[in-house]
């Protein structure tokens, strides 16, 4: 009985050489790519928000992130891939990308009473495109603040999610 070694990712060849009892000899060499399949596993918690003075609040995505792991990419790397949006902006469920503005999710008085649900996403560092994501829910309030005639009224670079203000 042979063990297979534990082989990184990539490219590997294997050998053997077989010999009868005439001494005939086989040489046998076959390559193969050792991959990582399997996507990380990502584990978030729901978030429950009070509005802060002007009705907004930024959620990063470490706020929902509990924990990932991967059979193959070690969990500081893999962290570093972290993503989150809100589910409505990805219907396709594809990784957004790490990109700075998927770093954070804003909420505003346009969301308050609601469940808003967010994918948080996570890479895996050694197979990019082989992602996945949990989904985490914000609880926004607005007992701080009140939403009365709140309107949205922001400069350039503001995304409204397709919502507007009352």
């Known amino acids: 009985m042979y063990t297979i070694p534990q082989l990184p990712h990539g490219k590997h060849k294997i050998k053997w050489i077989v010999e009868d009892k005439c001494g ?5 060499e076959y390559e193969f790519v050792v991959r990582d399949c399997k ?11 009070n509005l802060m003075y002007g009705g907004m609040a930024t959620l ?14 070690p969990s500081s790397i893999l962290n570093q891939s972290l993503a ?9 469920e594809t990784y957004p990308g790490g990109s ?4 954070s999710v804003v909420v505003t008085c346009l969301d308050e ?15 990019p495109g082989n992602a996945d994501f ?6 926004v309030q607005a007992n701080l603040v009140g ?4 309107s949205l009224c922001c400069g350039s670079g503001y995304a409204d999610h397709g919502r507007t203000g009352a």
Do not use: H, K
């Open 24 to 28: 005939n000899e086989t040489i046998c």
């Open 39 to 49: 996507a990380p596993t990502v584990a978030c918690a729901d978030v429950n928000i």
């Open 60 to 73: 990063w995505a470490n706020d929902f992130f509990l924990y990932g792991e991967d059979n193959c990419t």
């Open 84 to 92: 989150v949006i809100r589910a409505s902006d990805n219907p396709g």
């Open 100 to 103: 700075p503005q998927n770093q």
């Open 113 to 127: 009473g609601q469940n808003v649900p967010v994918q948080v996403w996570l890479q895996d560092a050694a197979q």
């Open 134 to 139: 949990c989904t985490a829910y914000i609880n």
């Open 147 to 150: 939403c009365e005639g709140f």
